[in-house]
């Protein structure tokens, strides 16, 4: 079966394409991108004036809970989130419950993500048995499995060592290892970013210097290995400095950052919503402009979500008890455009390359460009779209997002992956023609 | 007493929440109060049939009983709950111990909680009236309350008086609380305390950040000394409790440096030898049981203000 896409504004920064043209899917694969491509036998889409055909957008730093937490979020929920949020593909963190340290796990998400049928998971396994720290995984094992990548995620590898020969072994398999930077002495039980506001609130905070001093300690070894460490979640401009020097000496680092840390500061804490609280926690105005910075430079090569869904019960404690995170598949969209897009601070091209060729690059995924005989995975997008967030309304299972209510722009109109249109956006005008 | 006759808000969550002329309405009511506690029958009819709620899930002496008192010479109903045998030792969690007593119809609930921001989460989804009696390491209005009021009881005014507010000043609601109602009301403040204890961002409240005792206590009116927690000791912020005395304990070598006429004060429960040596403490220029007998009075015009005030009179 083939599906033509007719006249959106394509844009596939691999293949350096910004303009008007013809998408030809055949089954799973794009078969010709050009101007006036004849109809043939394909269904014909028009799509709507203004609207974007991008490479599916790639999610690296997703939480999807199961096994184990189902409460939260199942893959089958997470993934229709994704999809709603514009993402063609995620990359889902080993901490769950068991943790996915094991080919047997590795394979139970890809059996659950292929039932589901809507976005690609790419299972990220873990670096240390039960993320403990201390003893490696197979991670040959988890490579064949699929893994595309090791971390210990929700915590940093434990010891220098450790990470060190994460860094060695992972290398022997094109692996990065992704790297959670907090020194566990300087976080202590802090709930927010030590600054004035939790100091005000008489919360407990968490240094910025505890992300950068575990970013330097992984860009030394990365450095020393000749191994590849991504840097997850970066919140801090002391990180980004780390990170950058790291880059100019030629160390294999990466970095993403997140759209709550490029848009909120710690004055979002303020009257204890539990809502605003993730780790890294949100920190100062200079933090968040640094982020934005990095955006611009190139510093910063990926935008993830670090979507983290917890239960309306377990948000609605006390601050210091409620857990970390929020949910953020299906705000990133409108949250880049408001942010990033309209204010001018970087143009279509470069967050496309955030979004989708640089998560593939990093982790080695096909996609991410929209190559003739490529994965036909497509993401449509209605930069004007405007939308409101409603955090009920939310795919997600769970609805723990600080942004309800916001008023924004942008929206994913409709999802294709592997040549099926998996959503398509009734809130986004136009958009139908893609039923 | 000014125009202002009421309280803009129904809870009592923090000084953050009050302008200058709601202190001064809150000090000057605490005066008619103190006086209701100097006749032979201490009890006035303002609060009948109301019902308070003193919810309290962190160990207090002072504060609770202050509050006991307050209420039942205002004549309210008052029940009391601790952490100790309550629902909270079963898992119950905050808001299901608040919605399980709203279901009885309170009209406030008094809250002290070891976290901060707790008394936030109750004004969130309780109908009654909140007042925060000390939530973690945010505020504690009531007592720099009625520090206000023993300071202006004993200077006459606040504005332009130099107050030292000396010890774990990471860790003290009474701080933080003090810090904006003095900064607020005109009066000059200067923290002291070790540089592991000073909180990020305090020089930014407007008041003078030092880890010199000495420096601080240089004509103060006011010196007002924080408890020094015995787990601190065993941490990183301190060596020792011999250290800390040495460095920053008040002595009446170090009091000589304030004014002649400078007062001591403690929100207790005192170390002595550990902040306070003990003949200071016990010395004629301290007010720490003046601060306990005002604790009522201040509380008394908290609990009436939030009921209505005058509106409530009568009724």
């Given at each position: 079966?083939?599906?033509?896409?007719?006249?959106?504004?394509?844009?596939?920064?691999?293949?350096?394409?910004?303009?008007?043209?013809?998408?030809?899917?055949?089954?799973?694969?794009?078969?010709?991108?050009?101007?006036?491509?004849?109809?043939?036998?394909?269904?014909?889409?028009?799509?709507?004036?203004?609207?974007?055909?991008?490479?599916?957008?790639?999610?690296?730093h997703?939480?999807?809970?199961?096994?184990?937490?189902?409460?939260?979020?199942?893959?089958?929920?997470?993934?229709?989130?994704?999809?709603?949020?514009?993402?063609?593909?995620?990359?889902?963190m080993p901490n769950?419950?068991?943790v996915n340290d094991?080919?047997?796990?590795?394979?139970?998400?890809?059996?659950?993500?292929?039932?589901?049928?809507?976005?690609?998971?790419?299972?990220i396994g873990a670096v240390s048995i039960g993320s403990n720290g201390e003893q490696l995984t197979e991670i040959?094992?988890l490579?064949?499995?699929?893994c595309?990548a090791i971390t210990d995620d929700g915590k940093p590898v434990g010891t220098a060592l450790l990470m060190r020969r994460a860094l060695e072994y992972a290398s022997?398999f094109?692996m990065p290892v992704i790297e959670h930077c907090e020194d566990p002495s300087l976080k202590?039980?802090?709930?927010?970013?030590?600054?004035?506001?939790?100091?005000?609130?008489?919360?407990?905070?968490?240094?910025?210097?505890a992300e950068s001093i575990m970013a330097e300690r992984d860009i030394s070894l990365a450095e020393l290995t000749?191994g590849r460490v991504h840097i997850a979640h970066m919140?801090?401009?002391?990180t980004?400095?780390a990170v950058?020097?790291g880059?100019?000496?030629?160390v294999h680092v990466t970095c993403e950052?997140?759209?709550?840390?490029?848009?909120?500061?710690?004055?979002?804490?303020?009257?204890?919503?539990?809502?605003?609280?993730?780790n890294p926690?949100?920190?100062?105005?200079?933090?968040?402009?640094?982020?934005?910075?990095?955006?611009?430079?190139?510093?910063?090569?990926?935008?993830?979500?670090?979507?983290?869904?917890?239960?309306?019960?377990?948000?609605?404690?006390?601050?210091?008890?409620?857990?970390?995170?929020?949910?953020?598949?299906?705000?990133?969209?409108?949250?880049?455009?408001?942010?990033?897009?309209?204010?001018?601070?970087?143009?279509?091209?470069?967050?496309?390359?955030?979004?989708?060729?640089?998560?593939?690059?990093?982790?080695?995924?096909?996609?991410?460009?929209?190559?003739?005989?490529?994965?036909?995975?497509?993401?449509?997008?209605?930069?004007?779209?405007?939308?409101?967030?409603?955090?009920?309304?939310?795919?997600?299972?769970?609805?723990?997002?600080?942004?309800?209510?916001?008023?924004?722009?942008?929206?994913?109109?409709?999802?294709?992956?592997?040549?099926?249109?998996?959503?398509?956006?009734?809130?986004?005008?136009?958009?139908?023609?893609?039923? | 007493?000014?125009?202002?006759?009421?309280?803009?808000?129904?809870?009592?969550?923090?000084?953050?929440?009050?302008?200058?002329?709601?202190?001064?309405?809150?000090?000057?009511?605490?005066?008619?109060?103190?006086?209701?506690?100097?006749?032979?029958?201490?009890?006035?009819?303002?609060?009948?049939?109301?019902?308070?709620?003193?919810?309290?899930?962190?160990?207090?002496?002072?504060?609770?009983?202050?509050?006991?008192?307050?209420?039942?010479?205002?004549?309210?109903?008052?029940?009391?709950?601790?952490?100790?045998?309550?629902?909270?030792?079963?898992?119950?969690?905050?808001?299901?111990?608040?919605?399980?007593?709203?279901?009885?119809?309170?009209?406030?609930?008094?809250?002290?909680?070891?976290?901060?921001?707790?008394?936030?989460?109750?004004?969130?989804?309780?109908?009654?009236?909140?007042?925060?009696?000390?939530?973690?390491?945010?505020?504690?209005?009531?007592?720099?309350?009625?520090?206000?009021?023993?300071?202006?009881?004993?200077?006459?005014?606040?504005?332009?008086?130099?107050?030292?507010?000396?010890?774990?000043?990471?860790?003290?609601?009474?701080?933080?609380?003090?810090?904006?109602?003095?900064?607020?009301?005109?009066?000059?403040?200067?923290?002291?305390?070790?540089?592991?204890?000073?909180?990020?961002?305090?020089?930014?409240?407007?008041?003078?950040?030092?880890?010199?005792?000495?420096?601080?206590?240089?004509?103060?009116?006011?010196?007002?000394?924080?408890?020094?927690?015995?787990?601190?000791?065993?941490?990183?912020?301190?060596?020792?409790?011999?250290?800390?005395?040495?460095?920053?304990?008040?002595?009446?070598?170090?009091?000589?440096?304030?004014?002649?006429?400078?007062?001591?004060?403690?929100?207790?429960?005192?170390?002595?030898?550990?902040?306070?040596?003990?003949?200071?403490?016990?010395?004629?220029?301290?007010?720490?049981?003046?601060?306990?007998?005002?604790?009522?009075?201040?509380?008394?015009?908290?609990?009436?203000?939030?009921?209505?005030?005058?509106?409530?009179?009568?009724?």
């Amino acid at each position: 079966m083939k599906t033509l896409l007719k006249g959106g504004r394509v844009i596939d920064p691999v293949a350096g394409r910004d303009g008007q043209f013809d998408v030809l899917i055949d089954g799973d694969r794009v078969a010709k991108i050009g101007k006036g491509i004849p109809a043939g036998d394909a269904r014909v889409i028009d799509v709507p004036a203004g609207f974007i055909v991008a490479p599916g957008l790639i999610d690296m730093h997703v939480h999807l809970r199961e096994p184990g937490q189902e409460h939260k979020e199942t893959i089958a929920t997470g993934l229709a989130s994704a999809v709603a949020g514009g993402f063609t593909a995620v990359a889902c963190m080993p901490n769950t419950s068991p943790v996915n340290d094991q080919a047997g796990i590795t394979q139970f998400i890809l059996k659950r993500a292929a039932e589901a049928g809507l976005a690609r998971v790419y299972p990220i396994g873990a670096v240390s048995i039960g993320s403990n720290g201390e003893q490696l995984t197979e991670i040959g094992d988890l490579r064949q499995a699929g893994c595309v990548a090791i971390t210990d995620d929700g915590k940093p590898v434990g010891t220098a060592l450790l990470m060190r020969r994460a860094l060695e072994y992972a290398s022997m398999f094109m692996m990065p290892v992704i790297e959670h930077c907090e020194d566990p002495s300087l976080k202590g039980d802090g709930v927010a970013h030590e600054g004035a506001v939790a100091s005000l609130l008489g919360l407990k905070g968490i240094p910025a210097c505890a992300e950068s001093i575990m970013a330097e300690r992984d860009i030394s070894l990365a450095e020393l290995t000749g191994g590849r460490v991504h840097i997850a979640h970066m919140s801090a401009r002391q990180t980004l400095r780390a990170v950058r020097d790291g880059k100019a000496r030629g160390v294999h680092v990466t970095c993403e950052v997140t759209p709550h840390h490029f848009t909120l500061t710690d004055e979002a804490i303020r009257g204890y919503d539990t809502n605003t609280k993730m780790n890294p926690p949100l920190r100062e105005e200079a933090d968040r402009q640094a982020m934005i910075d990095g955006l611009r430079d190139g510093t910063i090569d990926a935008i993830a979500t670090d979507h983290a869904p917890h239960h309306a019960d377990e948000k609605a404690l006390e601050f210091d008890k409620a857990p970390f995170g929020i949910v953020g598949l299906e705000t990133a969209i409108p949250l880049c455009v408001s942010r990033l897009i309209e204010p001018g601070l970087i143009d279509w091209p470069r967050l496309i390359d955030l979004l989708s060729a640089a998560p593939a690059r990093i982790l080695g995924l096909p996609g991410g460009t929209l190559a003739e005989g490529g994965p036909a995975d497509i993401t449509v997008i209605a930069p004007a779209a405007a939308v409101t967030v409603r955090a009920a309304a939310l795919r997600s299972k769970s609805k723990n997002t600080p942004f309800d209510g916001w008023a924004l722009k942008g929206a994913a109109a409709a999802t294709i992956v592997g040549g099926r249109v998996v959503f398509v956006n009734d809130a986004v005008a136009g958009a139908e023609r893609f039923q | 007493m000014g125009d202002l006759t009421m309280l803009r808000s129904r809870h009592l969550l923090g000084i953050e929440d009050l302008e200058p002329a709601e202190i001064s309405l809150i000090l000057d009511t605490a005066v008619a109060m103190k006086e209701v506690g100097t006749r032979s029958i201490k009890k006035v009819p303002a609060l009948r049939g109301r019902t308070v709620v003193n919810l309290f899930f962190e160990p207090s002496t002072r504060t609770r009983l202050s509050f006991e008192l307050a209420e039942k010479r205002l004549s309210a109903d008052t029940m009391g709950m601790t952490t100790a045998g309550s629902s909270v030792v079963k898992g119950e969690t905050l808001i299901d111990t608040a919605r399980t007593l709203e279901a009885m119809s309170p009209d406030m609930i008094v809250v002290r909680h070891a976290c901060s921001g707790a008394a936030h989460v109750l004004a969130r989804v309780c109908r009654s009236s909140i007042i925060n009696a000390g939530d973690g390491t945010h505020e504690h209005p009531t007592q720099a309350l009625l520090d206000a009021f023993t300071i202006q009881g004993r200077k006459g005014r606040l504005a332009g008086v130099r107050v030292a507010i000396i010890g774990d000043l990471a860790h003290s609601r009474v701080l933080r609380s003090n810090v904006l109602l003095l900064t607020r009301m005109g009066a000059e403040v200067v923290a002291c305390g070790p540089a592991t204890l000073i909180p990020v961002g305090l020089g930014r409240m407007g008041v003078t950040v030092t880890t010199s005792i000495d420096e601080a206590c240089e004509g103060a009116d006011v010196l007002m000394m924080l408890r020094v927690q015995h787990e601190r000791m065993h941490g990183l912020f301190l060596p020792s409790v011999r250290e800390y005395f040495t460095l920053f304990g008040l002595t009446a070598a170090r009091l000589a440096r304030a004014k002649s006429d400078a007062i001591v004060m403690h929100p207790g429960p005192m170390n002595r030898g550990v902040e306070i040596a003990s003949d200071v403490a016990d010395g004629n220029q301290s007010v720490i049981l003046d601060q306990v007998a005002n604790g009522v009075a201040v509380r008394m015009a908290v609990l009436y203000l939030l009921a209505g005030g005058e509106q409530n009179e009568g009724a």
